[in-house]
Every structure is written in structure tokens, then in C-alpha cells.
């Protein structure tokens, strides 16, 4: 039960748009589609952002987008805004009923 | 309105034990896969624990044998009792819906401390 790899930070200006990688293997990430993706404000529980690699629950904006090749998943936050700084972790099924995430990667909007 | 509430946490001494609970509002723990997941100070999320509508259970093997998960159906209301309890299990241990397999609803977490 390794965790997946995530770079330690991302930065991007307002407007632009930022993609956080997320990389497993072929127990995890590569042999399911459930890769999901969770944002993190300081002292806050973690609010769900993207589902089954691809899928947005609702009230989540569109600027927030997944997707997912082999062994890694990304995620891509477009039209970045100052209220996107925040951790971003990953998380995949891992088969055998366990489930593992990333390190988590710090987004600062500068 | 859809709400998860933990409690139960604690300062605790290495080696003690502690029961967290999360009671569930909106919708029922039966019906649904529900998690524990832990954030040890200025680290990242681990997964701790999962308990299927079945009740079939699982667990990770950093907590494998020392804790449990389990749900009160009458109280709708999920368990997570830690035994034997190490300096490195010191963490807000967050209680989680999991739907679609993602986690959608979280509680707002409850600090355990392990220390002497």
C-alpha cells in the first residue's frame, strides 16, 4: 500500500490553467477506473472534486477536469482563481478492498 | 441535509485504546460503503478503514489488528476502535460516504493524540 506520487507544489497566476499529476502502478491507478481527486483548505475536511477519473459531482465547477493514462492520473484546474490555493490529493482503488492516496500537492496561486 | 459528526477523540498514552464515532444524518451508514481516513500534523491523507453495506470490513496494514470498524444500524452511527495505540497513529481521523467511489460527504474530524 505505496502511496501515490505527487509533485510537492504547483504554482500558476489567476486565469491560467495548472495540471497536478498523480502517479501509481498497474495495481492501482492503471488496472482502475477510480481514481478520484479531493482539494484541502487549511483546517478544513476534504471536499470531493473529481470521481472515476473523469466525473464532477455536482456544485463542483467546471473548471476542474480529470483524466487518465496507464499508471497516472491528472488533474487540470483552468481559468485558475486565488480561491483554488489549496492541498490537492489523489486517491485510487487499489483492489483488495483497500484504497490509497497521494502525498497531496500544495497549489499556490500567485 | 447530508452530515457526518464525529467524536470521541482524545489524548490517549501509547498502548491505550479509544472508541471514535461518526453519527450520520440525511442517509443511513447500512446502505451505504463508509470510511475512515486519517491526517497525521502537517502530512497528507491515509486511508484507515472500510465497512461495505454488506458489513464486510477492511483495513490498512499500518492499523491492521489493532483497529476496527464497525456501524450501530439502530443509531446510524460509524465506529472506529483503536487498541493498542502508537505515537504514530496521532492524527484527525476524518469519517467519510463513499459513493461512486469517491468520498463525498466528510465529517469534520475528531483529534486523536497518542501521547506519554
Known amino acids: 500500500q505505496s502511496a501515490l506520487t505527487q509533485p510537492a507544489s504547483v504554482s500558476g497566476s489567476p486565469g491560467q490553467s495548472i495540471t497536478i499529476s498523480c502517479t501509481g502502478t498497474s495495481s492501482d491507478v492503471g488496472s482502475y477506473n477510480l481514481v478520484s481527486w479531493y482539494q484541502q483548505h487549511p483546517g478544513k475536511a476534504p471536499k470531493l472534486m473529481i470521481y472515476?477519473?473523469?466525473k464532477r459531482p455536482s456544485g463542483v465547477s467546471d473548471r476542474f477536469s480529470g483524466s487518465k493514462s496507464d499508471n497516472t492520473a491528472s488533474l487540470t484546474i483552468s481559468g485558475l482563481q486565488a480561491e483554488d490555493e489549496a492541498d490537492y490529493y489523489c486517491?485510487?482503488?487499489?483492489?483488495?478492498?483497500?484504497?490509497?492516496f497521494g502525498g497531496g500537492t500544495k497549489l499556490v496561486v500567485l | 441535509e447530508v452530515q457526518l459528526v464525529e467524536s470521541g477523540g482524545g489524548l490517549i498514552q501509547p498502548g491505550g485504546s479509544l472508541r471514535l464515532s461518526c453519527a450520520a444524518s440525511?442517509?443511513?451508514?447500512?446502505?451505504?460503503?463508509m470510511s475512515w481516513v486519517r491526517q497525521a500534523p502537517g502530512k497528507g491523507l491515509e486511508w484507515v478503514s472500510v465497512?461495505?453495506?454488506?458489513?464486510?470490513?477492511d483495513h490498512a496494514d499500518s492499523v491492521k489488528g489493532r483497529f476496527t470498524i464497525s456501524r450501530d444500524n439502530s443509531k446510524n452511527t460509524l465506529y472506529l476502535q483503536m487498541n493498542s495505540l502508537r505515537v504514530e497513529d496521532t492524527a484527525v481521523y476524518y469519517c467519510a460516504r463513499i459513493l461512486a467511489w469517491g468520498m463525498d460527504v466528510w465529517g469534520q474530524g475528531t483529534t486523536v493524540s497518542v501521547s506519554s
Open positions: 486517491c485510487s482503488y487499489a483492489g483488495t478492498r483497500t484504497w490509497v
Open positions: 472515476e477519473v473523469t
Open positions: 465497512i461495505y453495506m454488506g458489513g464486510s470490513t
Open positions: 440525511g442517509f443511513t451508514v447500512s446502505g451505504s460503503y
